[in-house]
Each structure stands twice: as C-alpha cells, then as structure tokens.
C-alpha cells in the first residue's frame, strides 16, 4: 500500500494536487476581492487593470503594450482605452521619436485611483502572504 504523500502512477501526489488547488483557490478569492474593490472606487475590474498595466510597464506603453499585458485583443484594448479617456483615466500621447506609435499614460485623477487601489491590494497580499509562503514549502527546486 502507498503512503498518502507518495506519488500516484500519472505523477501527482495528493499533498501537491491538495496544494494546487490551495493556490488557484486564493487567486480566485483575491481577483474576485480585487474586482470588488475596483467597484468600490467606481471603476470595472478592466479599468483597474488597464491603469494598473499602464502605471507598472517602465515609460509610456503602446497600445500593443498594454494588449500583451491584459491578454486581450487588440480592438478590445482600445475600445478600454477610449472609455478611460472618456472618464479622465488615462490619456492618449504621441511618441517623439516614431509619431506612428501611440503612448498611454494616466491622469491625475486615474493616478489618484490607483494608489488607492494599490494600497487596499497590497495591504491585502501582505495580510495573504502567509497562507501563499507555505504553499512553496517543500517544493522541489527543479521541476521537469
């Protein structure tokens, strides 16, 4: 008879499945706390990550930038970006070297949205950071 923790025939151990689940657990219950808290400030959840994607890539991003960032088309990033700037979020500037390209950046008042969420959210992941730690206890350092 095997051990609890030994692994099965197809690899996966009930201790490394049970710790699986434990994580994609407390993503999920910290992107729906996420998307909660952007509804309390009065943005979407996409407007929250779209300021975030903006404030967090080093300069200016383009919009194909942003696009990798959130996963998403690209007609779907900009019709975001169109309903951030109609909102004084974000605004829309040329590029000095390639007048091709268009670059993003936030308002004051989108700045001021963000590090309000940025704090709630990182006082949060300092309150989780705990649960998460223990997660990565034990794990072999070489995964194939």
Do not use: C, K, N, Y
Request: no cysteine.
């Amino acid at each position: 008879m095997s051990e609890p923790d030994s692994p099965p025939a197809r690899g996966l151990s009930d201790h490394d499945a049970a710790r699986l689940l434990a994580f994609r657990d407390g993503l999920r219950r910290f992107l729906h706390w996420s998307e909660q808290q952007a509804r309390q400030a009065g943005l979407t959840p996409a407007q929250h990550q779209l300021l975030l994607a903006i404030r967090g890539h080093s300069g200016r991003p383009a919009v194909g930038d942003v696009v990798d960032h959130l996963q998403l088309r690209h007609h779907s990033v900009v019709e975001l970006i169109d309903r951030a700037e109609r909102a004084d979020l974000v605004r829309r500037v040329g590029d000095d070297a390639d007048h091709r390209v268009v670059r993003l950046e936030l308002t004051d008042e989108g700045a001021r949205r963000l590090a309000d969420l940025s704090a709630a959210h990182l006082e949060e992941l300092s309150r989780l950071r705990p649960s998460f730690e223990t997660l990565w206890d034990h794990l072999p350092e070489d995964v194939a």
